[in-house]
C-alpha cells in the first residue's frame, strides 16, 4: 500500500498525532517515553537521544516513536533550546554561507551538486546524524535501517520544523536510496527555510508536490515561516492589529536578512504550505510586545490548538 493511501484512511489524526509528539519534545527526556505512550499511544523505540555542550545545555535531540502494529514510525525533530546559544548561533541563524547537501555525513546518494541548504541547516542535520540511542548506541539511520519500518514519518517543530524537510530527504537518500517515495511522508510545523532553490528543485524529485495534503503547516500570524524569504512579511504580521515592532526587533531581523542574502542561494521553502489563520493574543504585557507577541504565536501549543481546529476528526 502506497503511503498516501494509508494516511488517507484517517489523515486528521496524522497532523494532530505529529505536533503532539513536536510538544513533547521539549519536555523533560525522561518523561518522553511515558507522555507519548499515554497521549499517542505510540511507543518510543528509539531515543530520546540528544547533544549537550560543554555547560551541559542541550542542542539537539530526537526520537523515534511508532506502532509495531500499523508499522508506522514517526521520526521526531526537537526545535531549538532557548537556553543554548550553540542552537541560535551554530543552527538557526548561521545563514551567510550555504553547504551542499550531498556532504552531509554519509554522502547521500543521487544528490545533484546545487542542492544547498544553510551552514545553519547542515550543521543542525549533522548533530542529528550524530545522535545515538542511549542504551544500544545505534544511530538513527543504524536502527532504521534494521528495523525496516513500513511507513516512515519525519516531524518537527520550530527548527525541527526546518529540519524535517532535510532528514525527510536525507533518510530518504540513506535508507531508500534517493528516488521518490513511497513509504515516507512528513509535518513540518513553523519551519524556516531551511535552503536555497537547488535543494528544493531535489526535494521535489523525492516529494512531487501531489501527495494530497499540504506537510508544511504554518500560523498565519508565525513570522517564523517567513524567514528567510520575506522580511516584508515579518514587517506586516501584526499591523492590522495595530502593533509595529520597534528599531531593536528591526534590525536585529534586518541583519539576519542581510546574512541570508549573502550566502547567494535564494532562500525559500521546499513546496507550498497550509497557512492556519491565527488569533492575535490581546493584553500581552511584556517590555517588548512584539517579540512576545511572535513567540506566543510561534509556541507549539498555540500550533496544537490550530492544528485540532483545522483537522477536529483525531481518529
Not at 153 to 162: A, K
Amino acid at each position: 500500500m502506497d503511503v498516501f493511501d494509508q494516511i488517507g484512511r484517517n489523515y486528521d489524526w496524522y497532523p494532530n498525532t505529529a505536533i503532539a509528539l513536536c510538544a513533547m519534545s521539549y519536555d523533560d527526556m525522561g518523561a518522553i517515553p511515558r507522555e507519548v505512550a499515554t497521549q499517542t499511544g505510540l511507543q518510543v523505540v528509539w531515543g530520546p537521544a540528544e547533544l549537550a555542550g560543554w555547560d551541559g545545555i542541550s542542542y539537539s535531540r530526537a526520537f523515534v516513536a511508532g506502532n509495531a502494529a500499523t508499522g508506522e514510525y514517526f521520526v521526531v525533530i526537537r526545535g531549538t533550546n532557548f537556553e543554548s546559544l550553540s542552537s541560535w548561533l551554530k543552527q538557526d541563524f548561521d545563514l551567510d554561507k550555504a553547504v551542499p547537501f550531498g556532504e552531509l555525513p554519509g554522502a547521500p546518494p543521487r544528490v545533484p551538486a546545487d542542492a544547498l541548504i544553510a551552514k545553519g541547516s547542515f550543521n543542525g542535520m549533522a548533530d542529528l546524524i550524530r545522535l545515538r540511542d542511549p542504551n544500544t548506541r545505534t544511530s538513527m539511520v543504524e536502527f532504521l535501517s534494521t528495523l525496516k519500518p513500513r511507513f516512515l514519518y519525519v516531524t518537527g517543530h520550530s527548527l525541527g520544523g526546518t529540519l524535517t524537510p532535510t532528514l525527510f530527504a536525507y533518510l530518504n537518500a540513506m535508507l531508500y536510496g534517493g528516488g521518490p517515495v513511497t513509504n515516507m511522508a512528513l509535518w513540518s510545523f513553523a519551519g524556516l527555510t531551511p535552503g536555497g532553490t537547488g535543494f528544493n528543485a531535489y526535494f521535489n524529485t523525492v516529494l512531487p508536490n501531489a501527495q494530497g495534503f499540504q506537510w508544511r503547516i504554518h500560523n498565519s500570524l508565525d513570522i517564523a515561516p517567513f524567514c528567510w524569504w520575506s522580511f516584508a512579511g515579518i514587517q506586516q504580521v501584526y499591523v492590522p492589529y495595530g502593533l509595529h515592532w520597534d528599531f531593536i526587533d528591526k534590525d536585529l531581523v534586518a541583519d539576519l536578512f542581510h546574512d541570508a542574502a549573502k550566502a547567494g542561494i535564494g532562500y525559500a521553502h521546499p513546496q507550498a504550505g497550509l497557512q492556519l489563520p491565527g488569533a492575535f493574543v490581546h493584553g500581552i504585557i511584556d517590555g517588548d510586545i512584539w517579540a512576545a507577541q511572535a513567540l506566543q504565536q510561534h509556541h507549539p501549543a498555540t500550533y496544537q490548538g490550530l492544528v485540532a481546529n483545522r483537522f477536529p476528526n483525531r481518529g
